[in-house]
């Protein structure tokens, strides 16, 4: 006899938690809803239902994945980002809550129809955020990964977002200038990854680590800030929670001014730098 849907979904989530995670019961019925192409709503009212053998199969595949510690995004293939539900893989970093407050800080000070520079775009998420709340933006994304690039701009296609992705490292052979140039770059040191979280083994370690002190490519792009930046121009950088003073002198050591946000969490996160008038 097949299990129905509630059973399945309490056992999945009573082992789920065996594994360590918190919001276990929540994770088990997103996977089972968007396995079985289920609202939150629908499932409830579907828990009585006898399921076949191969949803049983799907889902019990589903489940063991995310028993392994792989990214709830990857089990589920996709991850919402500022009201955009994106694509991802482990080609791509899953898009975190951090980088939507990075979003929001670059468009209170965007001006109208400016150039703006994603770089080390990923999933695309920053630059189809940006683009989807201002229409009148030219928008360029780069990424270093066809693989990544291939999941940008299906993500672009899906959404009807035109911005423009180019594969480079970094900012190398892009002609400013720019309004904006935006960054959320690899920022973890090399000495760092045994205390990472286990989810991090997922995904793609060129969108992580970054270097002895991981600030490799921060240290590369600010170098490169002032041929990028219109005058008044601005590059907003996303960043370790303890590396806000070394982005200061970075910036500092390449005459730029640097103003510091904190996160949601109270955690030094991001940088403004602009050029000395």
Same mark, same amino acid.
């Given at each position: 006899?097949?299990?129905?849907?509630?059973?399945?979904?309490?056992?999945?989530?009573?082992?789920?938690?065996?594994?360590?995670?918190?919001?276990?019961?929540?994770?088990?019925?997103?996977?089972?809803?968007?396995?079985? =192409?289920?609202?939150?709503?629908?499932?409830? @009212?579907?828990?009585?239902?006898?399921?076949?053998?191969?949803?049983?199969?799907?889902? $019990?595949?589903?489940? !063991?994945?995310?028993?392994?510690?792989?990214?709830?995004?990857?089990?589920?293939?996709?991850?919402?980002?500022?009201?955009?539900?994106?694509?991802?893989?482990? &080609?791509?970093?899953?898009?975190?809550? +951090?980088?939507?407050?990075?979003?929001? $800080?670059? @468009?209170?000070?965007?001006?109208? &129809?400016?150039?703006?520079?994603?770089?080390?775009?990923?999933?695309?998420?920053?630059?189809?955020?940006?683009?989807?709340?201002? !229409?009148?933006?030219?928008?360029? /994304?780069?990424?270093?990964?066809?693989?990544?690039? %291939?999941?940008?701009?299906?993500?672009?296609?899906?959404?009807?977002?035109?911005?423009?992705? $180019?594969?480079?490292?970094?900012? &190398?052979?892009?002609? =400013?200038? *720019?309004?904006?140039?935006?960054?959320?770059?690899?920022?973890?040191?090399?000495?760092?990854?045994?205390?990472?979280?286990? +989810?991090?083994? *997922?995904?793609?370690?060129?969108?992580?680590?970054?270097?002895?002190?991981?600030?490799?490519?921060?240290?590369?792009?600010?170098?490169?800030?002032?041929?990028?930046? %219109?005058?008044?121009?601005?590059?907003?950088?996303?960043? =370790?929670?303890?590396?806000?003073?070394?982005?200061?002198?970075? /910036?500092? !050591?390449?005459?730029?001014?640097?103003?510091?946000?904190?996160?949601? =969490?109270?955690?030094?996160?991001? /940088?403004?730098? %602009? &050029?000395?008038?």
């Amino acid at each position: 006899m097949m299990p129905r849907l509630m059973d399945l979904v309490q056992r999945s989530a009573a082992w789920l938690a065996e594994k360590g995670l918190g919001n276990a019961r929540r994770e088990a019925e997103w996977i089972f809803g968007e396995a079985l =192409g289920l609202t939150r709503m629908e499932l409830f @009212l579907q828990f009585d239902r006898p399921l076949t053998e191969d949803e049983v199969a799907r889902l $019990r595949a589903l489940v !063991a994945r995310r028993g392994r510690r792989e990214p709830l995004a990857y089990v589920l293939g996709s991850q919402d980002f500022r009201g955009l539900r994106l694509r991802v893989s482990p &080609a791509v970093l899953v898009p975190r809550p +951090e980088t939507e407050e990075l979003v929001e $800080r670059v @468009l209170a000070e965007l001006p109208a &129809a400016a150039r703006v520079l994603d770089v080390g775009t990923g999933s695309g998420a920053i630059a189809l955020a940006l683009r989807q709340a201002r !229409a009148d933006a030219t928008v360029l /994304a780069v990424d270093l990964s066809p693989e990544a690039l %291939a999941v940008a701009r299906a993500n672009a296609e899906a959404l009807g977002l035109a911005v423009d992705f $180019r594969q480079g490292d970094l900012a &190398a052979g892009i002609d =400013g200038p *720019f309004a904006a140039v935006v960054a959320n770059l690899p920022y973890i040191a090399e000495s760092e990854r045994p205390q990472c979280d286990p +989810e991090t083994a *997922f995904e793609p370690a060129q969108a992580l680590f970054a270097g002895a002190d991981g600030l490799d490519c921060i240290r590369r792009l600010v170098a490169d800030a002032r041929r990028l930046l %219109a005058p008044g121009g601005l590059l907003w950088l996303e960043h =370790g929670w303890r590396q806000a003073g070394a982005v200061a002198d970075l /910036a500092a !050591a390449q005459g730029l001014d640097c103003s510091a946000f904190t996160d949601a =969490g109270g955690h030094p996160r991001f /940088a403004r730098l %602009a &050029a000395r008038a």
